[in-house]
């Protein structure tokens, strides 16, 4: 099983600044038994923060269970979606960004 915090923390590291250059977001997770987490994005920089920062553009509810299987392939995001299991409070700004998480 993928840890939704280590994965969501570590992911400053395999963005490239490039990808991300003049780009500005937030994003809040809620992963329940794993915790919340911000994905902050300013112009090139990321930063993955333990608990919320700022105002998101896009909040994500999940649990760790469901975090794993979007992230291994095994639940369909748009599925998860229209069952509950996942939560996007803003899915345009997701989709911006959804393939740089590595969540699509």
């Keep these: 099983m993928i840890d939704a915090k280590s994965y969501l923390l570590s992911l400053p590291e395999k963005v490239k600044p490039e990808v ?3 780009l500005n977001t937030i994003f809040h997770f809620d992963v329940a ?3 919340e987490y911000t ?3 300013d112009d090139g920089v990321m930063r993955a923060l333990e608990g919320y920062e700022g105002e998101p553009n896009c909040k994500v ?3 760790a269970d469901n975090f ?3 992230l291994s392939g095994e639940l369909n995001p748009m599925m998860a979606m229209m069952t509950g299991k ?5 899915p345009g700004e997701m989709l911006k ?3 740089m998480f590595g969540l699509m």
């Design 20 to 22: 991300i250059e003049g």
């Design 68 to 70: 794993s299987k979007l």
């Design 33 to 35: 038994d794993s915790g």
């Design 86 to 90: 996942l939560k996007i409070s803003n």
């Design 97 to 99: 960004y959804a393939k």
């Design 61 to 63: 509810t999940t649990s």
């Design 39 to 41: 994905i902050r994005i």
